[in-house]
């Protein structure tokens, strides 16, 4: 371990522990050595390997006027497990990367403040764009200069439903614990509300439960149901496509299946996973549960969707077969998308015991049981120490 400085008034790192010593932070710089303080500063420990202090670590986030937006919780939660193992993370938004470095906005657990701070290229970005429309803006941009300078960035983008079904169907021990899914089109929507019961509609890039349908043919006519808890009567199927592509073309969405899942008061539940990459693995970080109220389409807490205790369950939870199958959605991502570090899955039970994946998610909202909240801090951190290849053990809390 040891101590760099961060002078507030120049916003410039230095070091004093011996001139002719050659310590660098971030990617290619070289921390300038001062004999003693000379104004206000920041006394900031970083492991040291090979006279290299770090990690360094960007967490890139969806601008706002003279600021950002995100999920600011956990960006908290990691500079303080950061600070307690020696490292250091800094929230910026796309335009504030430049080859010079980063000037960004740094969290002081101490104060509980946040400051704008100035650093040199990062070690690792953390991809935390929350609104599709930024990625589309600027990651390319951001990857771009990331490869230049051989920054590796994870959670790349958000992922697309159809794009995510392809590849999960790939996995042999996955695709039997799929929902029959499709492309939407005319034709498809005719053969699946002949096949099945109920089918989902969902826009394949979307998040919160949000861009979610539920139909069911009702005779000669059909039902949909919004996350609003909206019911909509169609008298055919040329009308119903006709509303769904008022907002977007057809193929911008999914039809899938509506699995019947195991009732919990006779309500709708389903599973919350966490899950983060350990060396060769991913492995649980926890599990949450979601019960939908009478008559909800999603299970989504925004859309409604209530917090349960797996332990509140009628049945008792198949943990083993969970984690088999979440180390099988990481591996089969990690052979189609580029460095994944983390995501969450929605999951159903059926009846018989079944579980069905039903979706994956790239930028795992924030659980709001506190023992997960805090636990995936912990992992998201130790997955920024394996990637930029520092050492936790090294380290002092």
């Known amino acids: 371990m040891t101590e760099l400085y961060y002078e507030l008034a120049s916003q410039t790192w230095y070091q004093n522990v011996d001139q002719e010593e050659k310590v660098s932070l971030g990617k290619y710089f070289s921390v300038p050595y001062k004999s003693e303080h000379t104004s206000k500063h920041l006394t900031i420990p970083f492991l040291l390997k090979d006279s290299k202090a770090g990690p360094l670590v960007g967490i890139l986030a969806s601008p706002k006027k003279d600021g950002f937006v995100g999920n600011i919780g956990l960006f908290k939660r990691i500079q303080e497990n950061l600070q307690q193992h020696g490292g250091l993370s800094i929230v910026f938004t796309p335009k504030q990367l430049t080859e010079n470095g980063v000037d960004g906005f740094c969290y002081l657990p101490h104060h509980d403040h946040w400051i704008r ?4 290229l990062p070690d690792i970005i953390y991809n935390r764009l929350s609104r599709y429309e930024d990625e589309k803006l600027f990651l390319h941009n951001t990857e771009k200069l990331a490869s230049l300078y051989h920054i590796p960035v ?6 697309d439903k159809w794009e995510l079904y392809l590849q999960l169907q790939d996995n042999d021990q996955l695709v039997q614990h799929l929902p029959k899914t499709d492309l939407l089109t005319e034709d498809s929507l005719s053969v699946f509300l002949s096949t099945y ?3 989902y509609i969902k826009k394949r890039k ?4 949000k861009g979610i349908y539920l139909i069911r043919r009702n005779g000669n006519t059909f039902l949909l149901r919004t996350t609003s808890t909206t019911t909509v009567l169609f008298p055919s199927l040329t009308k119903l496509a006709l509303f769904l592509q008022k907002e977007e073309a057809l193929d911008s969405y999914i039809i899938q299946e509506a699995i019947p899942t195991l009732p919990m008061k006779g309500k709708k539940f389903d599973y919350r996973i966490l899950a983060h990459a350990s060396h060769n693995r991913f492995t649980i970080t926890g599990v949450g549960v979601r019960l939908a109220k009478k008559q909800q389409v999603t299970t989504h807490v925004p859309s409604g969707g209530v917090i349960v205790s797996t332990d509140d369950l009628p049945v008792s939870t198949d943990l083993e077969t969970m984690a088999h199958l979440i180390n099988q959605c990481g591996k089969q991502l990690t052979s189609f998308y580029d460095d994944i570090g983390e995501f969450s899955a929605d999951v159903g039970l059926t009846r018989d015991g079944k579980l069905y994946i039903f979706e994956l998610n790239a930028k795992p909202m924030d659980f709001d049981e506190p023992a997960i909240k805090q636990q995936a801090a ?19 809390p």
């Open 154 to 159: 994870f959670n790349p983008h958000f992922f």
């Open 197 to 199: 019961k109920e089918v």
């Open 206 to 209: 979307s998040k919160k439960g």
């Open 117 to 120: 701070m100035q650093i040199p």
């Open 378 to 396: 912990e992992n998201i951190t130790r997955v920024f120490y394996e990637r930029t290849e520092y050492s936790l053990q090294e380290s002092t």
